[in-house]
């Protein structure tokens, strides 16, 4: 039987695995935007029928939320910087400082 160390140590390495793909998905497209080669309305289109066949518990609550969040952002016409900061954000647990 495993121990909850072991199973705390897997959930974190799963985690980190997780957070390590969608921050080199989202650079990704956050490039393709850069170039003009991605339409915003498109991708956010895209990401809320992605978001909306999420189950809604607590296991998908945070990919939900960074995913709004993110999709704001596509909205507002931020820019690809400020968009990259807001995926690393969530990626290192807290608010990238730029200083």
């Known amino acids: 039987m495993p121990d909850a160390t072991s199973e705390t ?5 799963e985690f980190d695995f997780l957070k390590g793909h969608i ?3 989202m650079t990704l497209i956050h490039a393709l935007i850069d ?11 895209f990401f809320a029928g992605f978001v909306d066949q999420l189950p809604h518990n607590r296991q998908t609550l945070a990919l939900r939320l960074v ?7 596509l909205r507002d016409g931020q820019e ?3 968009l990259n900061r807001r995926v690393f954000e969530v ?3 807290g608010l990238v ?3």
């Not at 140590?9 to 390495?13: D, H, I, K, N």
């Not at 170039?35 to 289109?45: H, I, M, P, S």
């Not at 995913?67 to 952002?73: A, K, N, S």
């Open 67 to 73: 995913l709004e969040q993110w999709r704001q952002g």
């Open 9 to 13: 140590a897997a959930l974190g390495a």
């Open 80 to 82: 690809v910087g400020q």
């Open 97 to 99: 400082n730029d200083a």
């Open 35 to 45: 170039q003009g080669t991605v339409d915003r309305k498109a991708l956010d289109a």
């Open 91 to 93: 990626v290192r647990g």
């Open 23 to 25: 921050a080199a998905t």
